[in-house]
């Protein structure tokens, strides 16, 4: 069963352009919601995260918006740099502090 | 203040043979976790420890895995008996708490094994 999904496995944008990464969850219980960013050979680390109390998080060209009626989450990054091209994986804070997390999106930001 | 660290890096094994993983979590984390992400696919939650319990690991397959976190040293995940299938990145994460840091987790570099 899959609690969180990531639609698009690949995204791929131009530098300086707004890059959106979408995530889906199924359960309107999850309190708490955040992105991961993951480089090859490495393992995810965090990046911006949000609680259920809100709607928005900002933390400098990342935001997290949060739409809970329609269970969806999505990660904006704008400008995008080619630094930022990586995996993408979104999470959510189930049952017992059990983290889900989505299959990810790989990201490739041109020059 | 060293992260997560896990070890090997890379881990090669013929089908048969047993599979030792190995995990520190970040000192002063006394919780740890074990992921599994198999190819093209995302992160599959397998274990939640703390010092020498096991608190969750509804995640684990019923056979030829397990896990441990002892009192002193490292948590072990531990496969036995390496099938093909369990060819994948095995990823260790470790937080302050057990309701996860406002950060989540923080993880490790992975564990790359190859089954041959």
């Known amino acids: 069963d899959q609690q969180v999904k990531q639609n698009s496995p690949s995204l791929s944008v131009q530098e300086g352009r707004i890059s959106i990464l979408n995530c889906d969850y199924t359960?309107?219980?999850?309190?708490?919601f955040l992105w991961y960013k993951k480089y090859p050979a490495e393992g995810p680390t965090f990046l911006i995260s949000?609680?259920?109390?809100?709607d928005k998080n900002e933390d400098g060209r990342f935001t997290v918006f949060l739409n809970k009626s329609a269970k969806h989450l999505s990660l904006h990054i704008v400008p995008s740099q080619p630094g930022d091209s990586a995996v993408y994986f979104c999470?959510?804070?189930?049952?017992?502090?059990?983290?889900?997390f989505g299959s990810g999106t790989k990201l490739n930001v041109k020059p | 203040n060293a992260g997560v660290m896990q070890n090997p890096r890379h881990l090669v094994r013929r089908r048969g043979q047993e599979a030792r993983l190995r995990c520190s979590p970040m000192?002063?984390?006394?919780?740890v976790y074990w992921y599994r992400q198999l190819p093209e696919e995302g992160l599959k939650f397998m274990v939640y420890?703390?010092?020498?319990?096991?608190?969750?690991e509804s995640g684990m397959p019923k056979e030829r895995f397990s896990a441990e976190f002892p009192k002193e040293g490292p948590s072990i995940l531990r496969i036995q008996q390496v099938v093909r299938g369990d060819s994948a990145a095995y990823f260790c994460?470790?937080?302050?708490?057990?309701?996860?840091?406002?950060?989540?987790?923080?993880f490790g570099s992975g564990t790359r094994l190859t089954v041959v």
């Open positions: 994460a470790s937080s302050q708490s057990g309701t996860g840091d406002s950060y989540g987790y923080t």
């Open positions: 359960n309107s219980m999850f309190d708490y």
């Open positions: 949000i609680s259920s109390i809100k």
């Open positions: 999470a959510v804070r189930g049952n017992f502090n059990k983290f889900y």
């Open positions: 000192k002063g984390h006394s919780h």
């Open positions: 420890l703390q010092k020498e319990n096991i608190i969750d």
